[in-house]
């Protein structure tokens, strides 16, 4: 199992960028599908995109396709993700995940979270 805590978010303007951390620490990182989702003020938790075990393989959410790149680091125990051209409706706590089964932005398989990073984008 790992424990994982989420850095890098702040405060940004709107077509600026960020970079969130994802650190893991515990055991077997690189066998851990990682996934980013988000949640704003009012709405329900939403996916933003995950990777495979070796980053060979990211789903992204369309609302962030070509905005936003997922990366990993297995020897960092961290994982990453890129945000570039921020929008407004980017503004959200944003949180990873991970478990050990899985892609699907939809499994409930998703059994470990960090605390999660307030991204604020102003306009």
């Known amino acids: 199992q790992v424990q994982l805590v989420e850095s890098g978010g702040g405060l940004a303007q709107a077509g600026g960028s960020l970079r969130l951390s994802c650190a893991a620490s515990?055991?077997?990182?690189?066998?851990?599908?990682i996934g980013w989702f988000r949640q704003a003020p009012g709405k329900e938790r939403e996916f933003v995109g995950s990777?495979?075990?070796?980053?060979?393989?990211?789903l992204y959410a369309d609302s962030v396709k070509g905005r936003f790149t997922i990366s990993r680091d297995n020897a960092k125990n961290t994982a990453y993700l890129q945000m570039n051209n921020l929008k407004s409706e980017d503004t959200a706590v944003y949180y990873c995940?991970?478990?050990?089964?899985?892609?699907?932005?939809?499994?409930?398989?998703?059994?470990?979270w960090g605390q999660g990073t307030q991204v604020t984008v102003s306009s």
């Open positions: 995940a991970a478990n050990r089964h899985t892609n699907d932005p939809h499994s409930s398989d998703w059994d470990t």
């Open positions: 515990g055991r077997y990182f690189g066998m851990h599908y």
């Open positions: 990777i495979n075990f070796s980053g060979s393989y990211v």
